[in-house]
């Protein structure tokens, strides 16, 4: 069973001021101060994407899709800034349903957002799609009043998910990154493209006993945020890996680099934490 108390001490010792402020929401719900809000916004260009620390001042997918993810933590996918990115990540889907990182970043760009590159363009689509998905469901929960978020968007990732459901290999698996398969996974999901989803659960399922524990991490957050059920059977399994590579200090180790250990923790108690937070 994993730690969660190890993890939140984990955070608090070794986070930064927004880190632990994602941890207080995350947790309780509490509301974070305006000065936190806008330090984690910092740097957003002006058509509402933000750079990536590789692409100069270019707006990137991929840092955007990386800057929703701290911003959900805080709870501030409703702000303006969270909302100019959705906006730009809508507005840059191609007319296949998918998305790609701007040509001019081909010469900076790592592979998995590299331009022109067919399973960089994967990734890139789930992960975008996953995100406008999250904001379709964050609007659809604040009632009926609130309609912009999942008219605007459900368009959009209907079609994200028709490009990604026809990529899919007949045994479920995806020519690209292995995050690609579970925001795919997600996609799909809450598309109620079931069988798709289904099929690629299962090849994330076989790879679990090697995943490493980001990646672990990355999964159950995924798959907790759209819904499904921390009893369901693929959640069952990313939790008991997370309970087997969380480390004696309570955090645990990024893909990344140790600068990102507190962000793979956070992404633990997401998927860990007992009531759901939306």
């Given at each position: ?20 402020a994602r941890?207080?929401?995350?947790r309780n ?96 689509t789930a ?152």
């Amino acid at each position: 069973m994993v730690d969660l108390e190890a993890a939140i001490g984990f955070v608090v010792a070794h986070g930064d001021a927004v880190e632990r402020a994602r941890l207080s929401w995350l947790r309780n719900g509490t509301p974070v101060p305006a000065e936190l809000l806008e330090t984690a916004e910092v740097g957003q260009a002006p058509d509402g994407g933000w750079p990536a620390t590789w692409g100069g001042e270019i707006a990137s997918i991929d840092a955007t899709c990386f800057r929703l993810a701290k911003l959900d933590d805080l709870g501030a996918l409703g702000r303006p800034a969270a909302r100019r990115a959705l906006d730009w990540l809508a507005s840059r889907q191609q007319a296949d349903g998918g998305w790609a990182e701007d040509p001019a970043l081909a010469d900076s760009a790592p592979e998995w957002a590299r331009p022109g590159d067919p399973e960089a363009a994967l990734f890139l689509t789930a992960n975008a799609g996953f995100w406008l998905t999250v904001a379709g469901l964050d609007a659809r929960a604040a009632g009926p009043l609130d309609h912009r978020v999942g008219g605007v968007y459900a368009g959009v990732v209907q079609a994200a998910a028709h490009s990604l459901a026809a990529r899919l290999r007949p045994d479920g698996s995806w020519p690209s990154f292995l995050a690609a398969g579970w925001l795919s996974a997600a996609v799909l999901h809450r598309q109620d493209m079931f069988q798709e989803s289904a099929r690629i659960q299962v090849v994330l399922a076989e790879r679990m006993p090697k995943m490493s524990p980001g990646d672990a991490a990355w999964l159950a957050a995924t798959l907790r945020r759209v819904g499904i059920d921390p009893q369901d059977w693929i959640m069952v399994r990313a939790l008991r890996r997370l309970a087997e590579t969380q480390r004696s200090d309570g955090g645990w180790e990024s893909d990344d680099g140790h600068q990102f250990d507190v962000h793979a923790t956070l992404r633990a108690i997401r998927a860990c934490r007992p009531a759901p937070i939306s």
